[in-house]
């Protein structure tokens, strides 16, 4: 079965600093991975997704994430990030018949 | 992007009652819709699988009869929450696909049900 696994529940950091949020998911077919973001009391936006082909993916607002086949996994990383990207990050993968299945969350608190 | 409106976006309904949320894709049809349930600080749970025409798939463990899901059109999806009680509170989000290929899923902007 298909699953995703977020590896850090809280991730604190301060202003400016580089920040990767961790994501590892397992399946044993193709694999279509996203990155949403969730502001409090909203629904999910999308961040980024990998669908096929370049395995390094960007988001508009600098974040990106890269496709490790070997390593299964989907991390996304920032390499400055602002106290307006405080929020909870999920990953997610595309099951067959396309429902969403998404990893725990992980909360990114952005310190002044 | 393709925009999903969900609507209410906060309830409070007292215990016994019903209520209904709707999840309506503005500018797309949507063949699937997805209804998700989510408690405080914790990640998305999904309920059912509704397509339009069509009885929705409920996941395990999901009350097919407490949770009625209508998907009547290509635009709407109905979830209702019958005789709700207190631990029905939770926040309820949709998404929409469109088309059976589409890799992509809109999601709406969630439901904050409190049933007192």
């Known amino acids: 079965a298909q699953s995703v696994t977020q590896l850090d529940s809280q991730v604190p950091v301060f202003e400016e600093a580089p920040v990767e949020l961790r994501c590892n998911y397992s399946?044993?077919?193709?694999?279509?991975l996203f990155w949403y973001v969730q502001y409090p009391n909203q629904g999910l936006q999308l961040l980024l997704k990998?669908?096929?082909?370049?395995?390094l993916v960007e988001s508009i607002n600098g974040f990106e994430a890269e496709f490790n086949k070997s390593q299964t996994s989907f991390h996304l990383r920032k390499p400055s990030v602002h106290i307006s990207d405080t929020a909870e990050y999920f990953c997610?993968?595309?099951?067959?018949?396309?429902?969403?299945?998404f990893g725990q969350g992980t909360e990114l608190s952005v310190k002044p | 992007g393709a925009v999903v409106s969900q609507h209410p976006s906060r309830v409070i309904c007292k215990s016994g009652t019903s209520v209904k949320i709707e999840c309506r894709s503005l500018?797309?049809?949507?063949?699937?819709m997805f209804w998700y349930r989510q408690f405080p600080k914790q990640s998305l749970m999904l309920m059912a699988t509704?397509?339009?025409?069509?009885?929705?798939?409920?996941e395990q463990g999901v009350e097919k009869d407490k949770f009625l899901i209508n998907h009547a059109s290509l635009t709407l999806s109905t979830l209702t929450v019958t005789s709700a009680h207190p631990e029905d509170s939770s926040f309820y989000i949709c998404?929409?696909?469109?088309?059976?290929?589409?890799?992509?899923?809109?999601f709406g902007q969630g439901t904050r049900l409190t049933v007192v």
């Open positions: 997610a993968t595309r099951h067959q018949g396309g429902k969403l299945i």
């Open positions: 399946s044993s077919v193709s694999v279509y």
């Open positions: 990998y669908l096929s082909g370049s395995t």
């Open positions: 500018d797309f049809q949507a063949t699937t």
């Open positions: 509704s397509n339009e025409g069509s009885k929705a798939t409920y």
């Open positions: 998404s929409a696909v469109q088309g059976a290929q589409n890799t992509e899923a809109f």
